[in-house]
């Protein structure tokens, strides 16, 4: 066990962890935070995905304190219930989750990219997407949700018709 600090939806959180630890684990097990899923194991899938200085990573994979002075985001550090980010309320809207195993991976790695490209397109979306698993097939409805999130984001939570 070592003393560690890690900056988790703008909070600094210490943790006395094993380093070695997963971030995925600690995200989960030691900070109560479950938008991060435990999918494959292996980096596969998308389900662990969270954002480490803006950019998408499989919190599966690698230590947690690899992340020490880096600024992660997660599902919950997006938006709450009573005001939820705009891809999370693209998503509500377009209907994307029929399981919603895969939907945190899939709304962390769309924030990264309307981040860096806002106004994607189905080509850009879908490549964004391309390494996020979604086994119920509402890939549609995931591309929809995107390219709704865009222009909310574009048009200050504006719902397009």
Known sequence: MA???LRV???TRPLDVDPRMPLLDVLRDELGLKGPKFGCGLGECGACTVLADG???RACLLPAASFVG????TLEGLGTPDAPHALQQAFIEEQAAQCGYCIP???MTARALLERVPEPSD????QALAANFCGCGTHYRIL???KRAAVLLRDGGKAPA
Request: cysteine-free.
């Open 70 to 73: 880096r600024e992660l985001l």
């Open 123 to 126: 080509a850009q979306i879908r």
């Open 144 to 146: 929809r949700a995107v």
């Open 9 to 11: 939806n703008g909070e």
């Open 55 to 57: 950019k998408p990573v």
């Open 105 to 107: 991976g899939m709304v």
């Open 3 to 5: 003393a560690i600090e």
